[in-house]
């Protein structure tokens, strides 16, 4: 027995530090630390290749988008903000009315064009779930750089059902990891409204 479950860690080793890295980026993400970015960083550097291998093909591009975004989203929450020729912290925010109909118009052209490809250039084997969780992703993950408060809403949906999407591969440590990552999404939701509440500048309707 013991001798099975040595082959199994020994043959997912890359895929089991991923998840492992991935539970710390969001329980980091959630306290709002500056390191979220570095360790994202090295998360999604893991699981393009854990997604290459499995033929997640979309996912495994957005891997890479998060590599970008972690540099993004490090250089941006260390900036902060300027206010009157002062740097402030970076606080959590409402999204803006005026980006709602733009971030849906993206979501829904990155969808289109990522099913688009799935279907005819791939062999990916859930192209339309692998591209709605991808053109969501792209969208939340920008917002989490913005620290806008709803993207964590579109977090617990994007996660749930990736989480049945890699149970269809059997991607077993990645599906736990889903599944805590909806409910992590969940009590990050609650936490940062309580900070947007509690904030000097935050406001926000119940």
């Keep these: 027995m013991l001798n099975i479950i040595f082959s199994w860690l020994t043959a ?39 997604f290459l291998v499995s033929k997640f093909y979309a996912d495994m591009a957005l891997q890479g988008y998060y590599v970008i975004v972690s540099i993004y989203g490090w250089y941006h929450w ?47 084997p859930i192209p339309l779930g692998d591209s709605l969780t991808t053109a969501l992703s792209l969208v939340a993950t920008w917002m989490l750089a913005r620290k806008y408060l709803e993207h964590w809403i579109i977090w617990v949906f994007v996660d749930f059902l990736s989480a049945i999407l890699y149970a269809f591969k059997n991607l077993w440590p990645t599906v736990i990891l889903f599944i805590v990552y909806t409910i992590m999404a969940i009590i990050g939701y609650i936490r940062w409204r309580k900070d947007l509440k509690e904030s000097p500048e935050g406001t926000i309707s119940n």
């Design 12 to 50: 997912n080793y890359i895929e089991i530090l991923g998840a492992v890295l991935g539970l710390v980026y969001i329980f980091l993400s959630i306290r709002q630390n500056i390191f979220t970015w570095p360790v994202g960083l090295i998360t999604s550097a893991l699981y393009v290749y854990v």
């Design 78 to 124: 260390s900036k902060g903000k300027s206010n009157l020729g002062k740097k402030e912290q970076l606080l959590v925010s409402p999204t803006p009315a005026k980006f709602w109909i733009p971030l849906a118009i993206v979501t829904i052209f990155l969808f289109i064009i990522i099913a688009f490809v799935l279907k005819n250039y791939t062999d990916s």
